[in-house]
């Protein structure tokens, strides 16, 4: 095996796969990555059994090959390389790299001993979306999932495919926080729970191309490609919430704000909620809400944010870090708030972010 390779493309490839190499994996394979020289350019990949992640980069191919190599020596090494062509040339079970007055030389396993990274198959269902739409979405879904382990199927990422959309669900039983976007696909496909890294991995592939999603329910994955990048998920097994009865039918008062005067708000709210388990009360009136946030140990604040309002308002208490975490990634100009009783669920839509939908369980104190 022979390549030559830019040590900015290296370095590049050698990063995305490497998120997915675990650094105290059982096995020792499970922390090398795999590289491929192939006809058509070089290949690496990583995985650590759950998430399988792959990246095409141009080379030049001399000698096609595969073999493993472990993926932090090999990324520190071309990381504090200049800028400029490398060569990788595998010399029995020594790959050897080269790249100005420096060359290094490292330990191998055989690639055949690595886990099968499979590729996007052409006879099953997939639908097609924006990649970049799936990323903006992606970043206005995920926080909401759950961050331990208790529930394992909350900290996941429901996805409900469709043939003319793609939802995007997460909920830490708190908070639940929906996306949809417009989707190309067949008819039938089915909803799938992935792990919240696979999406956020997804969301960072690079460029405008199109995203292919496909669901192989014969070995439980979801694989999702993107030009030259792919990556290969585990579904959770277990049962989502059924997140449509959370969402109220029907509001009391609806409240439209400016996000910006709202979100400077909550963020100054914040500062003295977070000492008080982010308690934040609101006091919707006829013109404004009122946002009061108070701290034994630090003080109090208060602010006015004026505001339209259709219904009779009223007083309630959120999590000013939940709130905090929706206003700073929503891109509308104004929110949408539908509340109603005291203990009902707080409704927020953004305008501009077609497809998104953020609910909020109020505190009961």
Do not use: C
């Not at 099968?116 to 799936?134: M, T």
């Amino acid at each position: 095996m022979k390549i030559e390779v830019l040590q900015e493309e290296l370095i590049k490839g050698i990063g995305v796969v490497g998120r997915v190499v675990s650094n105290r994996a059982q096995l020792a394979v499970l922390g090398n990555i795999l590289i491929e020289a192939q006809k058509t350019g070089l290949r690496l990949s990583g995985t650590d059994l759950q998430i399988g992640m792959s990246i095409g980069l141009p080379a030049k191919v001399s000698e096609t090959g595969r073999i493993t190599v472990p993926a932090k020596v090999l990324q520190e090494f071309v990381g504090s390389l200049a800028p400029g062509r490398l060569t990788l040339e595998l010399k029995q079970d020594t790959l050897i790299v080269e790249g100005g007055s420096y060359r290094g030389k490292f330990q191998t396993i055989s690639a055949e001993e690595f886990p099968a990274i499979p590729v996007l198959p052409d006879n099953k269902a997939k639908i097609i979306v924006r990649q970049s739409e799936f990323a903006e979405m992606s970043t206005k879904v995920i926080f909401a999932a759950a961050k331990d382990s208790l529930r394992p199927v909350l900290t996941g990422i429901l996805l409900e495919l469709s043939k003319t959309s793609l939802r995007m669900v997460a909920t830490d039983g708190f908070r639940l926080s929906v996306g949809k976007i417009k989707a190309q696909g067949a008819d039938s496909l089915r909803s799938v729970l992935i792990p919240m890294q696979a999406i956020a991995e997804v969301a960072r592939f690079e460029g405008e191309e199109e995203l292919q999603i496909v669901s192989v329910e014969e070995s439980n994955q979801v694989i999702f490609q993107a030009g030259e990048s792919l990556l290969v998920s585990q579904v959770i097994d277990g049962n989502y919430p059924d997140y449509n009865k959370i969402i109220p039918k029907e509001s009391k008062s609806e409240v439209v704000v400016n996000r910006e005067e709202l979100l400077q708000a909550v963020r100054v709210a914040h500062i003295f909620a977070r000492e008080n388990s982010n308690m934040m009360k609101w006091d919707v009136n006829e013109k404004e809400i009122v946002i009061i946030a108070e701290s034994p140990e630090r003080g109090d604040s208060e602010a006015r944010v004026p505001a339209k309002i259709d219904g009779e308002g009223g007083k309630i208490i959120f999590n000013a870090k939940f709130l905090l975490d929706f206003l700073s990634v929503a891109k509308g100009s104004e929110i949408t708030f539908g509340m109603g009783e005291p203990l009902d669920a707080g409704v927020f839509r953004s305008t501009g972010d077609e497809g998104l939908l953020y609910i909020v369980m109020p505190i009961n104190a």
